[in-house]
């Protein structure tokens, strides 16, 4: 900093600035990079109701909300219940804090937890925060709207994330919920035509391939009732091994996702997968049955 761009620092123990009339932004600043600026920091002021991110506001160069209106828009998190906890939690992650929960579930009663922290995800319109239960290192993930208090456990030693980055955990995930023996396996789907400009364009995972050549000459052969579409090849994580006879560990978002395009996506295999999808559309089916006349 001092030697690049010239900082005032002094050296008595600690890097500080010991002036506030320093700045790293050129006084000659283009108006295009005003602007850009300006859009960056203005994006990161829709977090609305976020008390500690306040200090975002002090660096708003000369913005007056209405001389222009955003350009970028984002599903509000004003709009998400539980946001409150997000600066908190954001400042024990940074901290590595380990803290004692106390969460209630969608459907059970309040329980306490004591994890090491590790992630603020948002999913689907809901932020959560994962970490590991302090007993036994199990990565557990909570809906941050559920939390219901939390406190400060000063007296327990904090144990990073052992396995590299926590981020990498999720980018072959569907969903918020890894299990702990889940494995990576291959999803092999067909989409008609209309689904496939969808799904080639905005991948379902990371590990998309579409099936061509002799591959894509056996499914055709193997399911000739399919006529016209595409086979892809979807390589993710689908839930804990031989799961496909307790709900416990299927991997319900990813029947979710999978189910979201109806008709127009086909699971081939696994079966246990095409299963619980063919189990899901029956079940809505037979309910809008009831209601048509």
């Known amino acids: 900093m001092k030697e690049r761009y010239n900082a005032p620092i002094n050296f008595d123990g600690r890097f500080r600035y010991y002036t506030e009339d320093f700045t790293l932004f050129p006084e000659n600043m283009s108006e295009k990079e005003h602007e850009l600026i300006s859009e960056v920091l203005r994006t990161l002021g829709q977090f609305d109701g976020l008390k500690d991110f306040e200090w975002i506001q002090k660096y708003m160069i000369g913005l007056n909300a209405e001389e222009r209106k955003p350009?970028?828009?984002?599903?509000?998190?004003?709009?998400?219940?539980?946001?409150?906890?997000?600066?908190c939690l954001f400042e024990v992650i940074s901290n590595k804090q380990v803290i004692n929960v106390s969460y209630r579930p969608f459907d059970g009663k309040t329980n306490e937890y004591i994890i090491h922290p590790y992630l603020l995800k948002e999913y689907n319109g809901r932020w959560y925060l994962i970490g590991a239960i302090d007993s036994d290192n199990f990565i557990i993930n909570f809906a941050i709207d559920r939390i219901k208090d939390y406190r400060i456990m000063d007296k327990i030693i904090y144990r990073d994330y052992a396995e590299g980055d926590i981020n990498d955990r999720y980018k072959d995930v569907i969903g918020i919920t890894l299990r702990k023996d889940a494995q990576m396996e291959h999803i092999i789907i067909w989409v008609d035509d209309t689904t496939f400009n969808y799904v080639n364009t905005k991948h379902i995972t990371r590990?998309?391939?579409?099936i061509v050549g002799t591959e894509e000459k056996k499914l055709r052969a193997q399911y000739p009732q399919l006529a016209g579409g595409h086979f892809i090849d979807l390589y993710t994580y689908v839930c804990e091994l031989n799961c496909e006879k307790d709900d416990e560990f299927k991997n319900f978002e990813l029947v979710?996702?999978?189910?979201?395009?109806?008709?127009?996506?086909?699971?081939?295999?696994?079966?246990y997968l095409q299963n619980q999808i063919f189990e899901k559309i029956s079940a809505h089916q037979e309910r809008y049955s009831r209601i048509r006349t």
């Open 207 to 210: 590990f998309q391939t579409n």
């Open 71 to 87: 350009i970028l828009c984002f599903t509000s998190t004003a709009e998400l219940k539980g946001t409150k906890w997000l600066p």
């Open 256 to 271: 979710r996702e999978l189910s979201s395009f109806a008709g127009g996506l086909l699971v081939l295999s696994p079966k």
